[in-house]
């Protein structure tokens, strides 16, 4: 059974139930699997996005499965969006003991010398100024009440050279790092911070743009022979939310069906 068939049966996760999540990047492929893995495990989750259409198809397809979600929309390159969030969710559903931060994904290819400046700090906005963002909002909060897990989302982009723009790679890059450095800060205070570094997962792009013969090829690529989904990606988060994790902060969980092994 691969991760995408057990979609309709989440593992069940200690310490989760009655937890409240807020998932940026929601109404995406991968937030909203993880959104509805968090909510199958009893998490009430606020589904962030921009896109109202695809965020309330998120929140209904839980509600419709017997668990809790608000939408949440909001920019989260914009710092009095992310504090509107905040506000939000917290009203709707209480203070947030886990945060994943998953907006992003502008890593289309271009040449670096043809990225315009105005395009290389676009990228770094929306996929890693959105992460500093939402943790600065987000982390006090959990600070003061000395519990959290905050997951957030790198790339493989960040880890190795790809095919990604040179932003893109930067920005996960600096996520990672900005990860390791938020753990080390709010370890302390009960505060766990990791991260996770997916390489190709399918998603609603990778569908439309990419021929099958050329997703074929790149899944053999692979040494476990095909390409992430999206509930490999919420498997992940699962474990990492709840306390089976509960000794582990500040670690980069390449997700890569082996293509990374640093
Ligand atoms: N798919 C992959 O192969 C892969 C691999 C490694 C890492 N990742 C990372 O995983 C995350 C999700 O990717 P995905 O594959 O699920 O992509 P996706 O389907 O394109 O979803 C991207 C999500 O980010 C949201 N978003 C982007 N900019 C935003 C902003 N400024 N404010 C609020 N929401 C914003 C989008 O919301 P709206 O559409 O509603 O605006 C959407 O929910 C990204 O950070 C991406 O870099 C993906």
Redesign the pocket.
């Known amino acids: 059974m691969n991760a995408a068939e057990t979609a309709g049966a989440w593992p069940r996760h200690p310490g989760l139930d009655g937890k409240v999540a807020l998932v ?9 699997a993880t959104s509805r893995a968090l909510a199958a495990n009893g998490v009430k989750v606020g589904v ?5 259409v ?2 309330d198809a998120v929140v209904e397809a839980i509600e419709a499965a017997g668990g809790q979600a608000v939408a949440v ?6 710092p009095e ?1 992310v504090a509107r969030m905040r506000e939000t969710v917290e009203s709707a559903l209480g203070p947030v003991d886990v945060l994943a931060p ?6 289309r290819p271009v040449p670096t010398v043809e990225l315009a400046p105005d395009q290389w700090r676009a990228v770094i ?3 890693l100024t ?1 992460a500093f963002l939402t943790v600065r909002e987000f982390l006090p909060g959990m600070v003061e009440r000395g519990a959290g897990s905050v997951i957030m ?5 960040g880890r190795l050279p790809s095919g990604a723009n040179a932003a ?1 790679a930067a920005a ?1 890059a600096g996520v990672i790092m900005l990860a390791k450095h938020l753990a080390n800060e709010v370890g302390p205070a009960g505060v766990r911070v990791n991260c ?11 569908r439309r743009f990419m021929p099958d013969e050329e997703r074929e090829r790149l899944a053999r690529a692979f040494p476990l022979g095909r ?2 989904m ?1 509930e490999d ?1 919420a498997h992940a988060v699962l474990y990492l939310a709840s306390a089976a994790s509960s000794w582990v902060t500040g670690v980069t969980l390449d ?1 890569t069906g082996g293509r990374v092994i640093a």
């Not at 940026?24 to 909203?32: D, L, P, R």
């Not at 989302?153 to 982009?157: E, K, R, V, Y």
């Not at 996770?196 to 990778?206: F, I, Q, T, Y």
């Open positions: 940026t990047g929601g109404s995406g492929e991968i937030g909203a962030n996005g921009r896109d109202r695809a965020i929309p909001g920019d989260v390159t914009d969006a998953f907006a992003g994904g502008q890593g906005d929306s996929d959105s989302m790198a790339s493989s982009a893109y996960k996770l570094a997916p390489s190709a997962v399918l998603n609603g792009k990778m390409l992430g999206p990606v997700l």
